[in-house]
Structure formats: structure tokens, C-alpha cells
């Protein structure tokens, strides 16, 4: 049980990490847009690198608003699924 003590207790530590590295990127990419908008630009290039910021156009089903008005053919189409959900906490 120790050794798994002690692999629950890396793992929750990794997930932190991750969460912070997350928020940082989140940072970095919200300073890069920022001097998109400052430059009037929807790409910026660097040494090596480059970066767009641009609106994309696309097509999803909605399934909710589909359901709402054909409940019948929503129910004769839709399946139950079933997942395996992991969860760990402190």
C-alpha cells in the first residue's frame, strides 16, 4: 500500500503541475493576442517561431435543439454509451 500511497500522492502532484503549466500558457497566449490587438494583426513572427489569431467558421450538430423538435427520430438515433471514468482527489 505504501508504494501506491506514494503513486497516487505523484500523480496528484503531477496534475498540479500541469494545472499551473496550463495557467502560464494560458498567460503567454493571452500576452501574444494582446500585441496582436496592439498591432492591428492576426500573425505575429519571431526568430523561429510564428503565431495567427483568427476566426474560424464552423459547423456543429445540435443535438439539444434537434431533440426539441424531433424527439422521435433523436430517440431512434441515439444510443447509450457507457465510460470508464478515473478520479482522484486529495
Keep these: ?3 501506491l500511497n506514494t503513486t497516487a500522492r505523484e500523480l496528484l502532484a503531477v ?3 500541469i494545472r499551473e503549466l496550463e495557467q502560464e500558457a494560458e498567460a503567454l497566449t493571452d500576452t ?3 500585441a496582436m490587438i496592439d498591432r492591428s494583426s492576426d ?3 519571431g526568430g523561429g517561431w510564428s503565431c495567427s489569431w483568427k476566426n474560424v467558421q ?3 450538430f445540435d443535438s439539444k ?3 426539441a423538435d ?3 427520430l433523436y430517440s431512434e438515433y441515439s444510443r447509450p ?3 470508464c471514468r478515473f478520479l482522484i482527489s486529495a
Design 1 to 3: 500500500m505504501k508504494d
Design 15 to 17: 496534475r498540479e503541475m
Design 32 to 34: 501574444l493576442k494582446a
Design 43 to 45: 500573425t505575429l513572427e
Design 58 to 60: 464552423s459547423h456543429r
Design 65 to 67: 435543439s434537434f431533440k
Design 70 to 72: 424531433h424527439g422521435d
Design 81 to 83: 454509451v457507457t465510460t
